[in-house]
């Protein structure tokens, strides 16, 4: 990446009203020579053409290869035979080939590219809108809606999905459900309604235009050439492919789930992580395990949860941190002499978090000043107690449902193993959640959601930045209390008090979220 695009990509986020590190980062991974993602919209041609020349891997996903000829557009790794560069275009993302009249291509399938990272290129805004839209907030809301909930106006926002991202934001959306369900038709069994209905597109006959629009055919005719190949139906599940960039380890997640597995609501097994969930007024589970061999985790849902698919799709990519850039984050984090050799020792750490942010909740404020093993012991008591049994679970899936809000805000605490004052913290906020007067939400930024956590009574600077951090991936969101952090190994013998140490992580700016995985990390070696 020249120093001219930077300057361009400066000049685009000042415009906008962006602000942010962005710029140093990108200039630090060059820095330590990896390949830094490229900025959305305003791509590098000349770093294109040599990825695509080469079919270098470690470019897809980030941008993608329309061709004027044929009207396709394709990943980088594309097998077919290169065609000319002068009938070649270059587009960011999906949504922006497909906005500019390309179609899909059938024989490298653009949705099966690994993800590209909401914050690549991306301001603040923009990044919060694309995580919501992957959740689905596009698939039955207005764009009004979703602009109000980030805290702008719909004109701003389409304004920097054009300048950012290239499309608009119901491009966007349109794009993710045609490529959810491409990839339901590739790699299940599910019905027509079935995968209508599980992607977002409300009918059967709004996902037939869909396609026939984008693909220039039907469904149909897809499925049958899908089905040329073995497809084991199994009308209990759905099994998805989430594909990732290396480098990413099953072992640092297995560490995390073993130290605070939920009895019955989680099953952890050596190459199998399962757990409960309720979601949008639907009730299920799911399971990931790592495939041998492939940067691919599977992805087993219940079919009792096809109606949030999408959803649940992209909680659990961000729950394992699938879409990370980890030699980006490196090359800032590097720049700190005590970071530096805890990247060296273990590179590629990802950030993991909940898939329920009022469950990461609880868990915060229930473990407050004691261990992590305490914490997991009292939580496992208030599943004990107040969650429901989820009916009709398998054998090997979780058997019980965390407690709604409104069964821990009537709870009764006593002897269940926390101080009285918390306790009382811990049926003020589910009362609070609950009645709506509290939505756990980033949408606005991470300081506004810690702003408001830190208001309610019982709840500190640490318990809002950890529930910021773990709840919602947030990637600088930083508890500078934490013990963990005071006491990581990176310190030697001069270990920081909470003041220097918030002082520090400035430089780290906006990848403190990882820095505080890397020294939880030191610490727990």
Not at 49 to 59: I, K, S
Not at 163 to 187: C, F, I, M, N
Not at 386 to 403: D, I, K, S
Not at 454 to 479: H, K, N, Q, S
């Amino acid at each position: 990446m020249t120093h001219e695009t930077i300057q361009r990509f400066s000049a685009i986020r000042a415009e906008s009203g962006e602000t942010g590190a962005w710029p140093l980062a990108y200039r630090a991974a060059m820095s330590t020579h990896e390949l830094p993602p490229l900025l959305a919209f305003h791509l590098d041609p000349e770093v294109c053409e040599r990825a695509r020349q080469t079919r270098d891997a470690r470019f897809d996903g980030r941008f993608f290869i329309a061709v004027t000829s044929t009207k396709i557009y394709c990943r980088p790794v594309c097998p077919v035979q290169p065609p000319l560069a002068k009938n070649v275009r270059f587009y960011a993302t999906a949504a922006a080939a497909e906005a500019a009249g390309f179609r899909p291509c059938l024989r490298c399938r653009p949705e099966t590219a690994p993800g590209t990272p909401a914050w690549a290129g991306t301001g603040a805004t923009v990044a919060r809108a694309l995580r919501l839209i992957d959740e689905g907030a596009l698939d039955e809301g207005s764009l009004e809606v979703l602009a109000t909930r980030l805290g702008v106006g719909e004109r701003y926002l389409r304004k920097l999905f054009e300048a950012q991202v290239g499309a608009s934001p119901s491009a966007v959306a349109k794009t993710r459900r045609l490529h959810l369900a491409k990839r339901l038709l590739d790699e299940t069994a599910l019905s027509m309604p079935a995968i209508a209905e599980a992607a977002g597109f409300g009918s059967l006959r709004r996902f037939n235009a869909a396609f026939q629009e984008s693909y220039g055919r039907t469904p149909g005719s897809l499925r049958r050439k899908a089905l040329s190949s073995e497809i084991v139906p199994d009308a209990g599940v759905c099994r998805l492919r989430l594909p990732y960039r290396e480098p990413w380890r099953w072992e640092q997640f297995h560490g995390h789930f073993a130290l605070r597995a939920l009895p019955g609501v989680e099953v952890l097994e050596p190459r199998r992580y399962a757990r409960s969930f309720r979601l949008a007024g639907h009730c299920g589970w799911y399971a990931v395990r790592p495939l041998d061999g492939e940067p691919v985790l599977e992805l087993t849902v219940s079919a009792s949860a096809l109606p949030v698919l999408a959803q649940v799709v992209a909680r659990v990519r961000r729950q394992f941190d699938l879409d990370a850039e980890p030699g980006v984050i490196a090359g800032q984090l590097a720049a700190d002499p005590a970071l530096a050799p805890l990247l060296a020792a273990t590179p590629g750490l990802r950030l993991p978090c909940a898939f329920d942010a009022f469950e990461q909740a609880v868990r915060a404020i229930v473990g407050q000043q004691v261990t992590v093993k305490a914490a997991v012991t009292v939580v496992g008591r208030l599943v004990d107690r107040y969650g429901e049994v989820l009916e009709a679970a398998p054998e090997g899936a979780p058997t019980r449902l965390f407690p709604r809000p409104e069964a821990l805000a009537q709870a009764e605490l006593a002897g269940i193993g926390m101080p009285g004052k918390r306790a009382e913290a811990l049926r003020g906020f589910a009362a609070r959640v609950a009645d709506a007067s509290l939505v756990l939400a980033a949408d606005q930024g991470v300081e506004r959601l810690v702003a408001e956590l830190r208001a309610l009574p019982g709840l500190g600077p640490w318990t809002a930045e950890y529930i910021a951090l773990r709840a919602f991936g947030e990637p600088d969101a930083f508890p500078a209390s934490d013990l963990g952090l005071l006491k990581s190994r990176a310190w030697g013998e001069n270990p920081p008090t909470a003041g220097q140490l918030q002082a520090r992580a400035e430089a780290w700016r906006p990848w403190r979220a990882y820095a505080a995985v890397y020294l939880w990390n030191s610490y727990e070696i």
